[in-house]
């Protein structure tokens, strides 16, 4: 089993205790290589509700680091406060709890989201 099925895998096993309503939507994190994107989703309706990444024109350059994390975290923040969205339940992705997905997580928290 690669690195990439393992973590197909892990995030299988948390979905199936975390999903997201219209009143504590899930806040989804995936991670690849040169970026990072982060949704907030109402599973129920299967719409996504506010998203960020570092492709974004503000962030573009840093790519993949743990700063680009953190300005991706105060983004999502910031747009899902403006929908009045302060709660959330947080999915990681399968990604160990460490480096850009704590940095992301974090600067949200900072931002005013709860979770």
């Known amino acids: 089993m ?9 995030h ?3 979905r199936n205790k975390v999903t997201g309503t219209p009143a504590r939507p899930r806040l ?5 290589a040169k970026n990072i994107f982060v949704q907030i989703i ?4 299967g719409h996504t509700l506010v998203s ?5 024109p503000d962030i573009r350059g840093n790519g993949g680091n743990k700063e680009a994390a953190k300005l991706v975290g105060e983004l999502v923040a910031t747009r ?10 947080f999915d ?7 480096g850009r997905i704590k940095e992301l997580a ?5 931002k005013g989201l709860i979770f």
């Open 2 to 10: 690669d690195k990439s099925s393992a973590r197909k895998r892990r």
């Open 12 to 14: 299988l096993r948390v």
């Open 28 to 32: 989804s994190v995936h991670r690849s």
């Open 42 to 45: 109402d599973d129920l309706s």
């Open 52 to 56: 960020a990444s570092s492709l974004e």
């Open 80 to 89: 899902a406060l403006e929908k009045e969205i302060k709660t959330v339940v």
């Open 92 to 98: 990681r992705g399968g990604y160990q709890y460490h």
């Open 106 to 110: 974090e600067a949200a928290r900072d």
